[in-house]
Nanobody, 122 residues
Framework: QVQPVESGGGLVQAGGALRLSCTASGGIFRRAAMGWFRQAPGKEREFVAAIAWIGGNTNYADSVKGRFTLSKDNARNTVYLQMNSLKPEDTAVYYC???????????????WGQGTQVTVSS
């Protein structure tokens, strides 16, 4: 089974940047897309962005459009989430997961990583 592994979280000041990585290890069979979600304390897990392995089509939540950018390295089974102009409200645990497409619904996604903490200080 493909198990995503996230990395790259940390503490950054507002206006700063971080790059998260998600690697789908455990086999060559992966689903069509990789999605990123985030969950802040006391809140529901929410969609952030998704990218298709083939073609590279993307989908972004309105809250991150223009600030976050997805890219991928198919040879490394890795997706990157470049996060710029970070805001305190971006603070959350960020998860990646494999999915069949660019859905915004967490129910569409299968294998989930353990998450990586992103903290943005004001």
């Amino acid at each position: 089974q493909v198990q995503p592994v996230e990395s790259g979280g940390g503490l950054v000041q507002a206006g700063g940047a971080l790059r998260l990585s998600c690697t789908a290890s455990g086999g060559i069979f992966r689903r069509a897309a990789m999605g990123w979600f985030r969950q802040a304390p006391g809140k529901e897990r929410e969609f952030v962005a998704a990218i298709a392995w083939i073609g590279g089509n993307t989908n972004y939540a309105d809250s991150v459009k223009g600030r976050f950018t997805l890219s991928k390295d198919n040879a490394r089974n890795t997706v990157y989430l470049q996060m710029n102009s970070l805001k305190p409200e971006d603070t959350a645990v960020y998860y990646c997961a494999t999915g069949p497409g660019l859905s915004t619904s967490r129910n569409s996604y299968g294998s989930w990583g353990q998450g990586t903490q992103v903290t943005v200080s004001s």
